[in-house]
């Protein structure tokens, strides 16, 4: 068990590290049921290094689940710029974002919604992924690769989507977990916005 200095670079890194483990823990089986203790067994370290990182339990579930969303966006990002085509980046996007949710189990998700901060996390992280659809919705019609469809419109249906998605409407109506879920959504959107 070590603990962490964290003014080190060697710190920094090993802070990062834990954080990730924690991410495919807590992806794998969910937090809820964690204690701390059973936390610093699981990540191979002491309490006193989860207290380096952050000061409760509570507080170490917000900066893995932050960590997660961050992760995730940057890789969506990066998917989504390969792509010339605004249709291919839209899917690219959606795909993406189904990709990084794959690994998350129905536990995850029940955790991230029945605690709050983290359920803000997921719903904030919701709106911007609605928000850069519409964008390159936008970009499309005003490039005239997508067919002239009102942008704010099919922002807002994918908003609306997602959060029936990140609630377990969808999976409840269809059983499909978030990320198939996503999936359809992204063949919906490509089609709903090809040229006539």
Do not use: W
């Amino acid at each position: 068990m070590t603990s962490l200095d964290t003014r080190s670079p060697r710190a920094t890194a090993r802070r990062a590290e834990l954080l990730d483990h924690l991410v495919e823990l807590m992806l794998a089986e969910g937090f809820a049921a964690f204690t701390l203790d059973e936390l610093a067994r699981r990540l191979h370290c002491s309490k006193s290094t989860l207290y380096g990182i952050a000061a409760s339990k509570e507080q170490l579930v917000v900066a893995g689940v932050k960590r997660f969303f961050q992760r995730a966006t940057t890789a969506v990002e990066e998917q989504a710029a390969a792509p010339a085509d605004h249709r291919e980046r839209i899917s690219a996007y959606l795909l993406a974002v189904a990709a990084q949710l794959q690994p998350a189990s129905p536990t995850f998700f029940a955790d991230l919604a029945a605690f709050a901060p983290a359920r803000d996390i997921y719903q904030h992280n919701t709106r911007t992924a609605a928000a850069r659809v519409q964008r390159l919705v936008a970009e499309g019609v005003a490039a005239g690769t997508i067919r002239p469809v009102h942008a704010s419109f099919v922002g807002t249906a994918v908003a609306q989507v997602m959060a029936a998605i990140h609630r377990g409407d969808v999976r409840a109506a269809t059983g499909l977990d978030d990320a198939a879920a996503y999936r359809e959504l992204a063949d919906l959107v490509v089609a709903g916005v090809a040229p006539r």
